[in-house]
């Protein structure tokens, strides 16, 4: 078994141009990438933001108490002088005053730009891109949020948030809107709690949050883990087509005649494929950490499961060279086995996010592309270097060497007996 290894590595780094592309390509990419694209993501210590949001005020606060002691006597059975005392309770917060003094606050000005338009300006100006979204206070919404908050009713009128179309921009601003909304309801919910003092709610603090995370995660490190684990997938494509090489040079129809298992001829393929993934890789996050300072401040324990994802994607990618292996000695025409190889490679870099990010795509695509051991290699990786919770890792790990042991079986099943090869 030895020798067949031994055999693997010899035929792999006598090409000195595979070694070259395997291992200097991807260090070279993740450096003019991290140059050609710094600032973009992750990179910055300030966040820059220009939202231009409308807002059309259809509501009028000022009869929305009156209305409220009305709307209480008739429709909640509420005595007059009760009706007084919640109305003046209520008055405490007005929902419209308090998103309006939300959204001009100083922390909120620092990203959002708010315009109070009419609706018929407002939603010109949204279709012509000169606004990113359009927020339109209904009328009678201050009445109905109120009398919704004490009668624990579900509200009948609700705030509309309009967009031309889906963009990273009014997606941050519907996160800013929905995060004040869950901040009233959760405000209602404390005052209606019995013998809880009622009190002026306070406006949720604007502004950008971080959570509390290992880490975040920067454009750099994106390239570095997408760049590493692509080529990893080229490099299985090549040990495929190396068996294509030895087929012309009658490597495995002289161990057919042999005593030796032939079944150690693909044994030598997996084992040398992941050895030299494993290596690949970890050569990429390493030279790419010393010359561009991608993991800084890294632990140890960092570096260990990183290592732990290395490895189980390097069994998968061991799988599929054996899968590909049996492949090239079942077809007569090596060179259309080469081709196919290269068409599953780039299938599952475009699918598995090692070209363009996944989140680009549909939803349906990300979820697919998920099930690539690429792409699930590159999910784990994300949530590594960002919540270093191993747990998170368990199960995409088990994926991997299910993806593994499937390869084995399909190689199995594909790879010639003893005189049926050409």
């Avoid at 006598?14 to 070694?19: T, V």
């Avoid at 009622?198 to 997408?226: N, R």
Wanted: some cysteine; overall charge negative; hydrophobic content about 50%.
């Amino acid at each position: 078994m030895r020798s067949f290894i031994k055999k693997d590595f010899l035929l792999f780094l006598r090409d000195r141009k595979e070694i070259i592309i395997t291992l200097s390509l991807p260090i070279l990419l993740v450096i003019i990438l991290n140059f050609a694209f710094a600032g973009l993501i992750g990179n910055d210590e300030e966040l820059s933001l220009d939202l231009q949001l409308a807002v059309v005020n259809q509501d009028n606060e000022e009869d929305s108490i009156a209305q409220l002691r009305e709307k209480l006597i008739k429709e909640a059975s509420v005595n007059e002088a009760e009706a007084d005392t919640i109305a003046e309770q209520m008055s405490l917060f007005m929902p419209t005053e308090k998103l309006v003094d939300y959204l001009t606050s100083n922390e909120i000005k620092e990203w959002v730009t708010i315009h109070s338009l009419n609706y018929q300006e407002a939603i010109e100006k949204v279709d012509s891109g000169d606004l990113d979204g359009l927020l339109v206070i209904p009328k009678g919404f201050t009445v109905n949020s109120l009398y919704a908050a004490y009668t624990k009713e579900k509200p009948t009128i609700s705030l509309q948030y309009q967009i031309d179309k889906e963009t990273n921009h009014n997606q941050i601003l519907l996160n800013i809107i929905e995060g004040f909304i869950d901040n009233v309801n959760f405000q209602y919910v404390l005052q209606g709690i019995e013998g809880a003092e009622i009190e002026e709610v306070s406006v949720p603090e604007g502004g950008i949050e971080k959570l509390s995370t290992a880490g975040g995660f920067t454009l750099s490190q994106y390239f570095t883990v997408a760049m590493g684990v692509l080529f990893s997938l080229f490099l299985a494509a090549t040990i495929g087509t190396k068996t294509g090489v030895e087929i012309r040079q009658q490597v495995f129809n002289r161990i057919m005649l042999t005593n030796s298992n032939p079944i150690q001829f693909l044994i030598g393929k997996i084992v040398s494929t992941f050895c030299l993934v494993w290596l690949q890789i970890l050569i990429v996050l390493v030279a790419s950490h010393l010359i561009l300072d991608v993991f800084h401040g890294r632990s140890a324990t960092f570096w260990v499961g990183a290592i732990g994802v290395v490895t189980v994607f390097s069994l998968a990618i061991s799988g599929l060279t054996a899968v590909f292996t049996s492949i090239s000695l079942r077809m007569k025409n090596t060179d259309a086995a080469n081709g196919i190889f290269m068409l599953v490679i780039l299938l599952f870099g475009v699918m598995g996010g090692n070209f363009v990010p996944i989140y680009v795509f549909p939803d349906w695509l990300k979820q697919v592309g998920e099930w690539t051991p690429n792409g699930l290699s590159l999910s784990m990786m994300t949530n590594w270097i960002q919540f270093e919770e191993l747990h998170e890792l368990l199960i995409p790990s088990m994926t991997l060497i299910a993806f593994f042991v499937l390869c084995i079986v399909v190689s199995l099943s594909l790879y010639p007996k003893r005189g049926v090869t050409q």
